[in-house]
């Protein structure tokens, strides 16, 4: 029987950072990374895969990670887990053994039930690069490609799709706007605007009654009875936490999301040498402490970075998910930390907000010159910082985690309204428009 | 007599922002901004009139920003304070009253005890649109030119001056390495290399004797006795506060620098309804308290959000510089929040080091990827973050903004290496290998 100190299951956004920080923090233990997949994707890169990249093997993580680090690597699935010998049973192979168990199967996609889902070239978004592949063959040879979804998978491959082809693209969203439940409704206008001139048909408002065809897709009805013609069909309406493994191994499931069932340290509430991050993992928020169903790859990997510190001695408290994203949508970048105002307002937050436009070089004729929006949102009863999105140039992605910064430590608009930034010319805006602090003071005024 | 509730002197990184503020905070105020020139200039955007701007205009701060805000413009030097009777005495113009004062007078080019340095070519950097654009059509028709100081400024220059010009440039530096006061040795060799391969000639460890010619200048000696060429010749080795109003205003200075000695309300210690802030008022470092001369545009704009919030009423306390900076060297952004290890180190700090480099895109075949280089410094008694620098793309001016918010709230390295992060492929690094997060466990380990 192999055994390793510290067994992780899962290669990709949280088992990889989580055996890292394995090794990091306790450099004398042995760790063995196991997954099912022979090569390992980058989650997020997956949309770019059918446009930007040149083939899908570069959106590869190489496995050159845990070599360096002395993670040992083991290419098979996990079919059980005996917790009273602690050893896994896996599809080929001997068992192992562990000392301690991380848990980091990730998530399967959603499928919703639409009566024909199961017809030839209607795809989910699996992490699997055959799949994937195949995926891209198809759409190279698409003339009319419907994704339903307008979240964000769905806003990017949409833009990515329509990349360099001869194609039509549509996008079916239930919700009245594409990226509803990652930003406040003027960036999802923007957003909009962006990929309706890019030629992308959006039908908002909408929901897909069935996928019509014989064996092979031809098209979508929805229920208002209009059809519109496909040859393929992705769907991209999220993902659900991978659990058959955890399930079937006696693991406490939520409720609500049915993810693993994890304390602060995550470690699992069912089995103390048991560790589970990532999608698998149940979430919290940070604002309420309430179940959270965000599922983002920086998530799974701060997660995984909290169980990894905590496997042997428990240490680090995870403070709950902030939720800092970002997307591009036909090259301009837009991002979000913490609570969109609608969020906000819908928990009963009373809120004040600080809007500003600014060019983010300055002066504003320096090259490259993008105009950059952000919005705060701010507690109204206490000043203090909920939420932040900006649409920008390639910086808003780093911005945005400097809010995720002033959100973490509770920063009020006073505080903010001081913050010190560096600025230049060539990368940022101005200090006297830095757009931070000029939302955070006109927040202030609102505030009084 | 004209009269306003507030009076700003200065109307540049410091008096726009301090005025805005107040406007803000005080919207029943009047503001009344007084400066000598005609027209503003970008302080950070002088450098690029010389290549990347098309012309010097370009680099104005447009007026629009007071009038926007019901900020009174008045054209003037300020040539006497009378603080019994609370006037102002003007060069041409009515004497103006107030009810609060901020001087925002800034800083004037330190000139060198250099003999021959009144010779005609020799330039200091005045933010004085007319000397500008003279000293620009000289530089268009210099062939060697000769830049005395190697700080951010210096470089800037250097880079800016070499663009699309046919001009042998040399760079003079006293200490070991150009942006030694700002960087850390290997992020200064590293911007030296791209100077060098530009074509720039480097002459660390070398001090100017005397600047040759008649009355114009035909070159430079330095001690060692070596003579080079120049039609021109830029002086960047710094600024001092200019104080001649505060002084004979009789406002307290520092002994050390020279500054306006304010409390960290950004009052002078003077007399409680002047404020002063931005490079004539006197620093303290956020670390230590000591005396700082750090001058930046955005810490001038930090203070004056500071003295703005709290004419009328003490609410905000200033809580010294930390110290954030960017620049760009052929391209490359260079970029510094806090101490760096040197500083940190002759401080007496025990320090712990977190390294990476990463690409600042994932996958690293994203279009527009650059290598980033991040390095961060804790102490290793309390773990506590001191300061960082990062060298790569343009993102990496946002990126030491969320340095800076660690600093700011003291974080552990351990705090850090779970930080919330948004992650993009066309916008940041990959979570996995996110440079801050895995700077900081890396520093986790150094500090056990």
Redesign the interface.
Same mark, same amino acid.
């Given at each position: 029987m192999k055994k390793a100190d510290v067994v992780v299951i899962g290669g990709s956004?949280a088992g990889?950072?989580a055996a890292?920080?394995c090794r990091?923090?306790y450099?004398e233990k042995s760790v063995l990374l196991a997954r099912r997949e022979k090569q390992a994707l980058?989650p997020? *890169?997956i949309p770019?895969m059918f446009g930007?990249?040149?083939k899908p093997e /570069?959106?590869?993580?190489p496995d050159s990670?845990l070599e360096q680090n002395g993670i040992e690597l083991v290419i098979a699935e996990v079919t059980e887990i005996d917790r009273k010998q602690k050893t896994l049973s896996v599809t080929d192979g001997e068992p192992i053994g562990y000392d301690k168990l991380v848990l980091a199967t990730g998530s399967l996609p959603a499928t919703p039930p639409i009566p024909g889902i199961e017809k030839k070239n209607v795809f989910t978004i699996k992490k699997d690069i055959a799949y994937l592949a195949d995926m891209l063959n198809v759409i190279n040879n698409t003339r009319n490609l419907v994704i339903i979804g307008g979240g964000f998978i769905g806003v990017e491959f949409a833009d990515e799709c329509k990349k360099n082809r001869d194609i039509s693209v549509a996008i079916v969203e239930m919700l009245p706007h594409c990226l509803q439940l990652t930003l406040d409704e003027e960036f999802c206008i923007e957003a909009e605007d962006i990929l309706t001139k890019k030629g992308i048909n959006l039908l908002a408002n909408k929901r897909v009654e069935s996928i019509l065809g014989n064996e092979q897709v031809t098209g979508i009805r929805l229920a208002d009875g209009q059809e519109i013609k496909a040859d393929a069909v992705i769907i991209g309406i999220g993902a659900v936490p991978n659990v058959e493994l955890a399930k079937k191994s006696g693991f406490r499931l939520a409720t609500s999301t049915g993810a693993i069932l994890v304390d602060r340290s995550m470690r699992t509430r069912t089995d103390k040498d048991v560790f589970a991050c990532g999608d698998c993992a149940v979430k919290a928020s940070?604002f309420s402490g309430e179940p959270s169903n965000i599922m !983002?790859?920086?998530?799974?990997?701060?997660e995984a970075?909290?169980a990894g510190?905590n496997l042997f001695s428990v240490?680090?408290r995870?403070i709950g998910?902030?939720g800092? +994203?970002?997307?591009?949508v036909g090259g301009r970048?837009f991002?979000?930390?913490g609570l969109t105002e609608k969020k906000a307002k819908d928990e009963g937050y009373n809120v004040a907000i600080g809007k500003v436009s600014v060019p983010d070089r300055?002066?504003g004729?320096?090259?490259?010159m993008t105009l950059m929006k952000m919005k705060l949102v701010f507690s109204k009863d206490n000043g203090v910082i909920l939420g932040g999105e900006i649409s920008g *140039?390639?910086?808003? *992605? /780093? !911005?945005?985690?400097?809010v995720?910064?002033?959100i973490?430590?509770r920063m009020t608009a006073?505080d903010i309204?001081? +913050?010190?930034?560096?600025?230049?010319?060539?990368?940022?805006t101005?200090?006297?428009m830095?757009p931070?602090?000029n939302a955070a /003071?006109?927040a202030?005024?609102a505030i009084r």
């Amino acid at each position: 029987m192999k055994k390793a100190d510290v067994v992780v299951i899962g290669g990709s956004a949280a088992g990889i950072p989580a055996a890292l920080s394995c090794r990091r923090n306790y450099p004398e233990k042995s760790v063995l990374l196991a997954r099912r997949e022979k090569q390992a994707l980058i989650p997020c *890169g997956i949309p770019y895969m059918f446009g930007t990249l040149k083939k899908p093997e /570069e959106d590869l993580i190489p496995d050159s990670v845990l070599e360096q680090n002395g993670i040992e690597l083991v290419i098979a699935e996990v079919t059980e887990i005996d917790r009273k010998q602690k050893t896994l049973s896996v599809t080929d192979g001997e068992p192992i053994g562990y000392d301690k168990l991380v848990l980091a199967t990730g998530s399967l996609p959603a499928t919703p039930p639409i009566p024909g889902i199961e017809k030839k070239n209607v795809f989910t978004i699996k992490k699997d690069i055959a799949y994937l592949a195949d995926m891209l063959n198809v759409i190279n040879n698409t003339r009319n490609l419907v994704i339903i979804g307008g979240g964000f998978i769905g806003v990017e491959f949409a833009d990515e799709c329509k990349k360099n082809r001869d194609i039509s693209v549509a996008i079916v969203e239930m919700l009245p706007h594409c990226l509803q439940l990652t930003l406040d409704e003027e960036f999802c206008i923007e957003a909009e605007d962006i990929l309706t001139k890019k030629g992308i048909n959006l039908l908002a408002n909408k929901r897909v009654e069935s996928i019509l065809g014989n064996e092979q897709v031809t098209g979508i009805r929805l229920a208002d009875g209009q059809e519109i013609k496909a040859d393929a069909v992705i769907i991209g309406i999220g993902a659900v936490p991978n659990v058959e493994l955890a399930k079937k191994s006696g693991f406490r499931l939520a409720t609500s999301t049915g993810a693993i069932l994890v304390d602060r340290s995550m470690r699992t509430r069912t089995d103390k040498d048991v560790f589970a991050c990532g999608d698998c993992a149940v979430k919290a928020s940070f604002f309420s402490g309430e179940p959270s169903n965000i599922m !983002l790859a920086s998530i799974a990997s701060a997660e995984a970075r909290t169980a990894g510190a905590n496997l042997f001695s428990v240490h680090q408290r995870y403070i709950g998910e902030i939720g800092v +994203f970002s997307t591009v949508v036909g090259g301009r970048t837009f991002a979000c930390a913490g609570l969109t105002e609608k969020k906000a307002k819908d928990e009963g937050y009373n809120v004040a907000i600080g809007k500003v436009s600014v060019p983010d070089r300055h002066p504003g004729s320096m090259p490259g010159m993008t105009l950059m929006k952000m919005k705060l949102v701010f507690s109204k009863d206490n000043g203090v910082i909920l939420g932040g999105e900006i649409s920008g *140039g390639p910086s808003a *992605g /780093e !911005l945005i985690n400097a809010v995720s910064a002033c959100i973490l430590h509770r920063m009020t608009a006073t505080d903010i309204s001081v +913050f010190q930034m560096g600025t230049h010319p060539a990368a940022t805006t101005s200090p006297i428009m830095y757009p931070l602090v000029n939302a955070a /003071e006109l927040a202030v005024m609102a505030i009084r």
